[in-house]
C-alpha cells in the first residue's frame, strides 16, 4: 500500500485494480453495482456542480471553507458525495437521519452550511421546515428523485473541458492536516458538539485499521454496511474498505439486514453489541420452537458456547465444539450468509457472554473502543487468539497512546486525536491537554497490555452516604442474563442502588407460558407478582459478585424497551441516562418509598 495522506486519494488506489462492484445498493427491488470507474466519474462530475456553485476552500481555514451537509442513510451516494466535497476543498457536515429539526437547525446554523444533501422527501421537509431560519443555506439536493425537490443527478452532467485540470488543481494544495469533516456527536446528554477531523487523523486510524482487518482470513472482500455513516465507526471502516480493496454492499434497512445478508453473504460486517443481542434473540426464538431431541441438542449447544474460552485446549471440549458445529452453529453462519469470518463490534461494551457464543461458533468477535474524537479506534482485539482476550477492548491500535491519569482516566494521544471542537475553544481545553484526549472513561491496562473499559466516569455516581458506584461493570454483568434485555442502575444521592429493567420477552414469555402466568398487556405482565419475583431472584445471584455498596437492593420493571426512536437511545444505541431518569422519575420514586425530602417548602 503506497502512503497516502488525504482521505480521497483511495481513488488513485483503486484505479489500480478497479472493481465491477465497488459500491452496491438495492435500486427497485434489485441489487445495482457501482463499477470503480462509474464511481470516480460521479464524483468528479459533483465536484466540478458544485464548484461551479461557488463552494470552495475559501481562504483555506476551518471556518473559512465552506461547509456541506449531509443527511442520509448508507447508500453509494454518501460516500460519492464525501469524496466529491473533499476534492471542493469543502468541509462534510453529516446528521443522523434521525436528527430532530429544532438539532438540525442548530447544527446547520452553527456550522453554517452552504448546501444540503438529504436522502428522501421525509429528510428534505425537516430541513425545509428550518430552512427560512438558516441564512448560509441556499439549496436542498435529494438523493431520491421527489417532486418539488432538486434531485442531485442535475447535478452529475459530462464535465467540461479543463474540469479535471480544476480540482487537481485545488486537490494539489489540500493537505493531511486540513479538516476533513465535522461530526456532530450525538452525546448521552447536553449539546451536540462539532469534532473536527483531519484527513490525517482518519486516515492514520484507517491504515492501522486496514493493516487488522487484511490479517483476517476472509473468503472474499465482501461487507455488508448499515450503521450510519455520519458516525466515525461505520465512516473510518468505509476508508479502510476504499483503500484495501473491498465490495461494499449497503443493506435497504435495518430491518432487512437478516435478509440482505443472505443475498450479499458478507465476509466481515461491523456492529454495534445491541444488533448482537438481537440477532441472538432471534436465533434463541427459533430454538424455543423446537421439539424433542433438536431441541436438547440446540440448548446444549447454547451451553457449549457459553464455555468457550480463547485458548481452551481441552480435547473433550473441542470435540464437544465440533459437534456443536456441525448440527447447530453452521445454521448459525448460514442464517447470516454463510461467509462470515469475524464482525467488529465497537460503540458500546459488548457482553462477554455475546462474545463467547458467536465466538465459539466460528463467528470472531472483534470488539474495539474509541470515541469520535480518536477518529475513532484506541484499541481493539484482533482476529488471531494471541491478541484478543473476553472482557477488553484489546491491544491499542498502531501509532496510538494511552495512559491511565491517577484517577483512572484513560488519556490517549496521537495522529487520530481531533484537531479540537468547533467554534469551542474552551470546551476543547477542557479535554485536549498536552496532546492528551481525555476521553471521560475510566479504565485499566492489565498486565498483558490490553485495555479494559471499567465505567465512563461522567456516570459514576455518589450514593447518599457518600459511596460511589460505577454502574456499568454491574450492567453489563447482570445483562448477561438472558432475561434481562435493557437494564440501568440508579441511585445517585440515595441511600442504596436500585434498577429499571426492560425484560427480554423472547425469554419470559415462554417462561410464563410454562408457569401458567396469563396476561393481557406487558404493563400487566411486569406488575405481576411471580414475574418480580423471578428478577429479584436473578438480581440476587449476582449481587454477591459486588460489594455491599454496589449491590442491588430494588428493581422496577418497564413494559417497553428503550430505543432510538422514543429518545432513551442515542444513534449508537447507547443509553440516555439522564433522559431516562427523568422519563421514569415516578418509578425510581417509587423504588425509595422511605426517602422524604427535608426541605420544608416542599412538606404540605
Given at each position: 500500500m503506497e502512503k497516502a495522506t488525504r482521505l480521497f486519494d483511495c481513488m488513485i488506489a483503486q484505479a489500480k485494480e478497479p472493481k465491477a462492484d465497488l459500491l452496491n445498493a438495492k435500486e427497485n427491488g434489485s441489487w445495482r453495482s457501482y463499477s470503480t470507474e462509474e464511481v470516480h466519474t460521479m464524483i468528479n462530475q459533483l465536484s466540478?456542480?458544485?464548484?461551479?456553485?461557488?463552494?470552495?476552500?475559501?481562504?483555506?481555514?476551518?471556518?473559512?471553507?465552506?461547509?456541506?451537509?449531509?443527511?442520509?442513510?448508507?447508500?453509494?451516494?454518501?460516500?460519492?458525495?464525501?469524496?466529491a466535497v473533499q476534492q471542493t476543498g469543502a468541509i462534510l457536515v453529516p446528521l443522523y437521519p434521525n436528527t430532530g429539526t429544532k438539532e438540525i437547525e442548530q447544527i446547520l446554523n452553527e456550522a453554517e452550511v452552504k448546501y444540503v444533501f438529504v436522502s428522501s422527501k421525509d429528510l428534505c421537509d425537516k430541513v425545509k421546515e428550518v430552512h427560512l431560519n438558516i441564512p448560509s443555506l441556499k439549496a436542498i439536493f435529494t438523493f431520491d428523485s421527489i417532486e418539488s425537490c432538486n434531485h442531485w443527478v442535475t447535478l452529475l452532467k459530462p464535465l467540461k473541458d479543463g474540469a479535471l485540470q480544476k480540482i487537481q488543481q485545488i486537490t494539489d494544495h489540500i493537505i493531511e492536516d486540513d479538516v476533513a469533516t465535522i461530526i456532530y456527536t450525538s452525546g448521552t446528554t447536553g449539546r451536540p458538539k462539532g469534532v473536527m477531523l483531519t484527513h490525517k487523523n482518519i486516515m492514520t486510524n484507517a491504515m492501522a485499521s486496514g493493516d487488522i482487518l487484511t490479517r483476517?482470513?476472509?473468503?472474499?472482500?465482501?461487507?455488508?454496511?448499515?450503521?450510519?455513516?455520519?458516525?466515525?465507526?461505520?465512516?473510518?471502516?468505509?476508508?479502510?474498505?476504499?483503500?484495501?480493496?473491498?465490495?461494499?454492499?449497503?443493506?435497504?434497512?435495518?430491518?432487512?439486514?437478516?435478509?440482505?445478508?443472505?443475498?450479499?453473504?458478507?465476509?466481515?460486517?461491523?456492529?454495534?453489541?445491541?444488533?448482537l443481542e438481537k440477532v441472538f434473540e432471534k436465533i434463541m426464538v427459533q430454538g424455543q420452537k423446537l421439539t424433542g431431541i433438536k431441541r436438547?441438542?440446540?440448548?446444549?449447544?447454547?451451553?457449549?458456547?457459553?464455555?468457550?474460552?480463547?485458548?481452551?485446549?481441552?480435547?473433550?471440549?473441542?470435540?464437544?465444539?465440533?459437534?456443536?458445529?456441525?448440527?447447530?452453529?453452521?445454521?448459525?453462519?448460514?442464517?447470516?450468509?454463510?461467509?462470515?469470518?469475524?464482525?467488529?463490534?465497537?460503540?458500546?461494551?459488548c457482553p462477554i457472554k455475546l462474545e463467547k457464543i458467536f465466538t465459539a461458533a466460528n463467528i470472531v468477535i472483534m470488539?474495539?473502543?474509541?470515541?469520535?474524537?480518536?477518529?475513532?479506534?484506541?484499541?481493539?482485539?484482533?482476529?488471531?487468539?494471541?491478541?484478543?482476550?473476553?472482557?477488553?477492548?484489546?491491544?491499542?491500535?498502531?501509532?496510538?497512546?494511552?495512559?491511565?491519569?491517577?484517577?483512572?482516566?484513560?488519556?490517549?494521544?496521537?495522529?487520530?486525536?481531533?484537531?479540537?471542537?468547533?467554534?469551542?475553544?474552551?470546551?476543547?481545553?477542557?479535554?485536549?491537554?498536552?496532546?492528551?484526549?481525555?476521553?471521560?472513561?475510566?479504565?485499566?491496562l492489565d498486565k498483558d497490555s490490553f485495555l479494559k473499559i471499567t465505567d465512563r466516569k461522567k456516570e459514576i455516581f455518589k450514593t447518599s452516604g457518600g459511596k460511589y458506584v460505577a454502574p456499568l461493570p454491574i450492567e453489563n454483568k447482570m445483562k448477561e442474563n438472558y432475561f434481562i434485555e435493557q437494564m440501568m442502575v440508579v441511585g445517585s444521592?440515595?441511600?442504596?442502588?436500585?434498577?429499571?429493567?426492560?425484560?427480554?420477552?423472547?425469554?419470559?414469555?415462554?417462561?410464563?407460558k410454562e408457569n401458567g402466568i396469563t396476561f393481557s398487556s406487558k404493563n400487566e405482565l411486569v406488575k405481576d407478582a411471580r414475574v418480580i419475583k423471578l428478577y429479584q431472584s436473578i438480581i440476587d445471584n449476582y449481587n454477591p459478585e459486588f460489594n455491599h455498596v454496589e449491590q442491588v437492593k430494588k428493581i422496577s420493571l418497564l413494559p417497553n424497551e428503550w430505543s432510538i426512536d422514543s429518545g432513551e437511545l442515542t444513534p449508537t444505541g447507547k443509553m440516555k441516562r439522564k433522559v431516562i431518569t427523568e422519563k421514569y422519575k415516578a418509578e425510581i420514586d417509587k423504588m425509595y418509598p422511605c426517602e422524604v425530602s427535608e426541605d420544608p417548602t416542599l412538606v404540605n
Open positions: 466540478a456542480a458544485l464548484l461551479d456553485l461557488g463552494v470552495s476552500g475559501g481562504d483555506g481555514t476551518t471556518e473559512g471553507r465552506d461547509k456541506i451537509g449531509l443527511i442520509s442513510n448508507g447508500r453509494p451516494e454518501w460516500i460519492i458525495t464525501d469524496l483476517i482470513p476472509l473468503n472474499e472482500k465482501r461487507v455488508l454496511s448499515f450503521l450510519p455513516l455520519n458516525h466515525i465507526f461505520e465512516k473510518m471502516c468505509t476508508y479502510v474498505y476504499l483503500y484495501y480493496g473491498f465490495s461494499i454492499y449497503y443493506a435497504e434497512s435495518m430491518d432487512t439486514i437478516g435478509a440482505n445478508m443472505k443475498e450479499v453473504k458478507p465476509s466481515l460486517f461491523t456492529a454495534v453489541p445491541r444488533l436438547k441438542i440446540f440448548f446444549w449447544s447454547v451451553r457449549v458456547a457459553e464455555a468457550y474460552e480463547i485458548n481452551n485446549s481441552s480435547l473433550w471440549y473441542k470435540i464437544k465444539l465440533a459437534i456443536a458445529d456441525k448440527l447447530v452453529y453452521s445454521k448459525w453462519r448460514d442464517a447470516i450468509g454463510g461467509n462470515i469470518n469475524a464482525i467488529v463490534v465497537g460503540s458500546s461494551a470488539e474495539g473502543y474509541g470515541l469520535t474524537e480518536t477518529s475513532p479506534v484506541i484499541a481493539v482485539n484482533c482476529y488471531q487468539k494471541s491478541d484478543r482476550k473476553f472482557g477488553t477492548v484489546g491491544r491499542l491500535l498502531s501509532g496510538v497512546q494511552v495512559k491511565i491519569a491517577p484517577d483512572g482516566e484513560i488519556l490517549c494521544k496521537g495522529p487520530n486525536v481531533m484537531l479540537g471542537y468547533y467554534k469551542n475553544p474552551d470546551l476543547t481545553a477542557d479535554v485536549l491537554e498536552g496532546g492528551w484526549f481525555h476521553t471521560g472513561d475510566i479504565g485499566e444521592e440515595r441511600k442504596f442502588v436500585a434498577a429499571l429493567i426492560v425484560p427480554s420477552y423472547t425469554h419470559l414469555n415462554p417462561w410464563c
